[in-house]
């Protein structure tokens, strides 16, 4: 496999200056051990015993990929940490060994994150699924990296706190950090990189560091440099995240979800800048057009009408909440909008939000058989419209099936197309329209992910975005926690 890539990278004959640091990239990751020996997984055997090593190909096959559509790359050998010990232990037997060691949470990634580009060790961490503690008083707690999301919250629940950060799919906290996530919520409580307060690591030799220092878990520090938001987005290159210190927050007293529709993209997205300018505290403002609408419809049973349109919510004291909904329904209305639906009841904006988080496989359910292929651009919110209406316009041109979804609250939003694996003509069509779209983005001084990270789908754009210097400093970092580049290699850069 290994060698077919080297012959295919050889064989180009004209490169940029981009193609040539892949090339001269791909040389050293060859240095790296793929084809693991029997001998190493003995090692591991003796590490974490012999019931937490598989070789099985099943196992193999399930660590090799994400949820999206990237080609999937099994790794040699699972291991599943029990501890930090096996953690610290196993990162120094791979790093001595320079074997590729990839941190697998639970494989819900959309940027194959967790596939294993050039074999070696996949770490699985679910089984340190222990809440180390919760400093209720404090709004905090401090987890392992297997803690789930929904889990969590279950967790929480007498407290009276929640953690609300969430990307819709039920992903282990420690992956939600390793990626920067977001979603829904993200308008009104921000993405993972303002709710991490510190973050043990394990460094590819064995060290442990905490990032904000042992048991820290001040609300602000000024204390040196940021290594917890270093972490945070790292998608596994530079360490293994083993324990998070997260804020929490009370559960709102009141919520107010609601529905309403537009016959334009531009009224709409119109709508959301003018929510936003007016300071209103949105806990979430997701848009759908209308073929969302349809793909919603019909995997979700909802018969909403098929237009543009906005979900919205507001949290807060019941004091004031009214008033602030009023506002927004005054901006709407304004804007064209119409069939503005509430839904106070608690069922019912449960069952709403729910299909909403499941958009990704009601979008795959219109070409059944297919594999997500997400994009991801996020922009400052007053050029919002003009991105959005544009890529409207580019996937009608190209005449494929491309649903809009968008956190735009944040001015973070996706497209998805539905892939066939091994259908080169479509999948031609989408990436051109995806780098399109990311140009788009980064010329509005945006950016190509928001909240699914580079993985091994944006390496491309990445280099557009940060430019030749940003890259090189990047791989410098990554070259100081990570020497032999062992950790996750081939994602983020090429
Ligand atoms: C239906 C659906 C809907 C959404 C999403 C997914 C799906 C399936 N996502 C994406 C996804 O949920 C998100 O990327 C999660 O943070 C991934 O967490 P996992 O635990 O699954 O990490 P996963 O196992 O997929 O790993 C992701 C990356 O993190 C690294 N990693 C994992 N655990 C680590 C650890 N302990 N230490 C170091 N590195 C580690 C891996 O190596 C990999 O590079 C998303 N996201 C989002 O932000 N907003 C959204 O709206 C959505 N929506
Ligand atoms: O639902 C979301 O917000 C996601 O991030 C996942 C996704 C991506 C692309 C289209 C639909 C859902
Ligand atoms: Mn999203």
């Known amino acids: ?14 490169f940029s200056l981009s193609d040539y640091n892949t090339k001269r990239n791909f040389f050293r990751a060859v240095q790296l051990q793929a084809n693991i020996p029997g001998t190493f997984v003995g090692s591991l055997k003796s590490i974490v015993g012999d019931a937490n090593v598989s070789t099985a190909d099943a196992v193999r096959d399930q660590h090799g990929h994400d949820e999206s559509h990237h080609e999937v790359h099994k790794p ?11 953690v610290c232990k196993v990162a120094k037997l791979c790093n001595d060994n320079k074997v590729p060691l990839i941190p697998f949470g639970s494989g819900t990634g959309l940027e194959g994150g967790v596939n294993a580009l050039q074999g070696g060790v996949s770490l699985n961490m679910s089984k340190m699924n ?6 209720a008083e404090d709004f905090d707690c401090t987890v ?4 789930m999301r929904i889990a969590l919250n279950a967790y929480l629940r007498d407290t009276g706190l929640w953690f609300p950060i969430d990307p819709g799919a039920d992903a282990s906290i420690c992956g939600m950090c390793a990626t920067s996530a977001s979603g829904t919520n993200a308008v009104r409580y921000g993405t993972m990189k303002e709710n991490v307060l510190n973050l043990q690591v394990v460094l590819p030799d064995g060290r442990v560091i ?39 927050y009370g559960i709102p007293e009141k919520t107010i979800a609601a ?31 209308d073929k969302a609408i349809e793909a919603f419809n019909k995997y979700s049973k909802f018969n909403m009408k098929v237009a543009h349109s906005l979900f919205l919510e507001f949290h807060g004291p019941a004091l004031g909440l009214e008033d602030q909904f009023n506002t927004v329904k005054e901006l709407i209305t ?36 297919s594999k997500p292929y997400s994009t991801d651009v996020c922009v400052p919110i007053s050029t919002l419209p003009k991105v959005i209406v544009q890529t409207k316009k580019w996937i009608e041109e190209a005449n494929i099936i491309g649903p809009i979804v968008g956190h735009v609250g944040d001015g973070n939003f996706h497209v998805f197309f539905p892939m066939m694996r091994g259908d080169k003509e ?6 051109d329209l995806h780098f399109k779209m990311g140009f788009l983005a980064m010329e509005m001084n945006g950016t190509c992910t928001g909240e699914h990270g580079i993985g091994m789908g944006k390496r491309k754009l990445l280099e557009k975005e940060l430019g030749p210097t940003g890259i090189e400093v990047m791989k410098e970092v990554k070259k100081c926690f990570d020497p032999n580049g062992i950790m996750n290699p081939g994602k983020v850069f090429f």
Request: proline letters at 1%; glycine letters at 8%.
């Open 426 to 431: 479509t999948y031609e069509k989408v990436q």
């Open 76 to 86: 040699d050998v699972v291991v599943f940490a029990e501890s930090l010990e096996h």
């Open 259 to 289: 529905v309403c529709h537009f016959d334009s993209v531009q009224e709409a997205v119109d709508t959301v800048v003018q929510i936003m300018q007016s300071g209103i505290s949105m806990a979430k403002l997701e848009f759908l057009d």
């Open 144 to 147: 392992q990296p297997g803690v």
């Open 334 to 369: 304004s804007n064209n909008g119409s069939g503005l639906q509430i839904a106070t009841d608690e069922d019912e904006r449960k069952r709403l939000w729910k299909a909403r988080h499941e958009m990704i496989w009601a979008c795959t359910a219109l070409l059944p058989g």
């Open 130 to 135: 222990q809440v180390v503690k919760v400093n």
């Open 210 to 248: 905490e990032t904000a220092g042992k048991g820290k878990r001040s609300r602000k520090t000024s204390a040196g440099y940021n290594l917890t938001n270093l972490f945070v987005g790292s998608e596994g290159t530079l360490g293994i995240i083993t324990e998070a210190t997260i804020k929490l």
């Open 1 to 14: 496999m290994l060698f077919r890539q080297l012959m295919k990278c050889l064989k180009q004959t004209s």
